[in-house]
C-alpha cells in the first residue's frame, strides 16, 4: 500500500503503539500475581499506587515510545517523500492500534456522560430511602447522600462514613478510574488489566478507610457499623463506573470489618517524588536523541 508522509507517519504511530502495548502487557502480565501479592503486604495506600502505575503502565509506555522516540525519529530522519509503500504487516498492526484507542477513547466517554447526567439529576437520589452513599463526578466530585442513609446512620457512622468517601476524593480515585477506562487493552479481556484493576479498586477501599479511621478505635468501630448497615439496606438501582460508593462491593464486605476491627491503621503519609522525576525525566531527555537513528531504522523494517 502506497501512503503519503503524513499517513504514513500515523499507520507507523498506531502500528508501533500496538506492539509496544502487546510487548508491555505481556510484561505486566508476567509480574502481575507477584504484584498484587506483594500489594497485600504493603501499607493500602502504597499497594493502590503500585496497582494504579502497573494497569496503565502498557499504555503508558507505548505512548511514550511513540511520542519520544517514534513520531521525533520519523520527522526528523526520514526525507518528506511524495509517497512510499508500507506493508500491509504494518497496515494490520496499524488499523488494530487505532481501534483499542478508539474502544478506550468510547467506554471512558461513555462513562463520563453517564457520570454527569446522573450528577444533573442525584437530587431524586438524594430523597429516595436507597443505600446511596458516594462521591461522584471527577472534575468536581459531589458526595451524594440519601435520606435513607442520612435516617439509618447515627451522627458517628454517618461522619466516619463521610471521611471516607473525602479520602477518595483527596485520591482522586474516580479520576483513577476514568483513565483506566481511557488506557486502552491490548486484546479485549486481558485478564492481567482486569486483575490488576479489582486490586487496586480493593487496595483504594482499604486505603479510604485507614485515611478515614487515622487509627482511631471508635472511627473505626463506626466506620465498620456504618458499613454492615448500608449492606442491610438494598443496594442503589445504578451503577456509577465514576463513582466510588461506601460499599461498592460485598463480597469484601467482612475483610473490611475485619481490618477496621483488628487495630485501624494510620494513613500513610503522602511522598512526593518531584525531584526523582525530574532525575529520571532529565536522563531520558538525554539519552532519547542517542537512540533515534536505531529507532529510525527500526521503523523502516516495520514499514516494509
Known amino acids: 500500500m502506497t501512503l503519503p508522509y503524513v499517513a504514513r507517519l500515523l499507520c507507523l504511530c498506531f502500528a508501533v503503539f500496538f506492539l509496544a502495548q502487546i510487548a508491555v502487557a505481556a510484561a505486566v502480565a508476567a509480574f502481575a500475581g507477584r504484584a498484587l501479592a506483594r500489594a497485600e503486604r504493603m501499607p493500602a495506600r502504597s499497594g493502590a499506587r503500585l496497582l494504579f502505575g502497573l494497569r496503565l503502565l502498557p499504555a503508558a509506555g507505548a505512548t511514550f515510545v511513540v511520542a519520544a522516540l517514534c513520531a521525533p525519529s520519523y520527522l526528523w530522519l526520514e526525507p518528506d517523500a511524495s509517497a512510499e509503500q508500507v506493508g500491509w504487516l504494518c497496515v494490520m498492526a496499524a488499523v488494530c492500534g487505532a481501534g483499542v484507542c478508539a474502544a478506550g477513547a468510547w467506554r471512558a466517554g461513555r462513562a463520563a456522560i453517564r457520570s454527569s447526567r ?16 458516594m462521591l461522584a463526578g471527577v472534575v468536581r466530585p459531589r458526595l451524594v447522600v440519601s435520606r435513607g442513609v442520612r435516617q439509618m446512620l447515627t451522627e458517628e457512622q454517618l461522619d466516619a462514613a463521610l471521611r471516607h468517601e473525602r479520602a ?126 536505531a529507532v529510525h531504522r527500526a521503523l523502516e523494517a516495520l514499514a516494509h
Not at 446522573?118 to 452513599?133: G, K, M, W
Not at 479511621?213 to 458499613?227: H, I, K, Q, T, Y
Open 168 to 293: 477518595h476524593g483527596v485520591s482522586r480515585d474516580n479520576l483513577k478510574r476514568l483513565l483506566m477506562l481511557l488506557a486502552p487493552e491490548p486484546i479485549p479481556g486481558f485478564g492481567a488489566l482486569r486483575r490488576l484493576e479489582q486490586g487496586w479498586s480493593r487496595m483504594a477501599e482499604w486505603a479510604a478507610d485507614d485515611w478515614a479511621v487515622a487509627g482511631s478505635e471508635e472511627r473505626g468501630l463506626a466506620l465498620a457499623s456504618a458499613l454492615l448497615a448500608v449492606a442491610r439496606m438494598d443496594r442503589p438501582r445504578q451503577a456509577m463506573p465514576l463513582a466510588t460508593p461506601l460499599l461498592a462491593d460485598r463480597a469484601g464486605l467482612a475483610e473490611r470489618v475485619e481490618r477496621l476491627l483488628a487495630e485501624p491503621a494510620a494513613p500513610e503519609p503522602a511522598r512526593h517524588a518531584v525531584a526523582v522525576a525530574a532525575a529520571t525525566v532529565t536522563a531520558v531527555a538525554a539519552i532519547i536523541p542517542l537512540v533515534l537513528p
Open 118 to 133: 446522573y450528577l444533573r439529576t442525584c437530587q431524586s437520589a438524594v430523597e429516595s430511602d436507597a443505600a446511596v452513599l
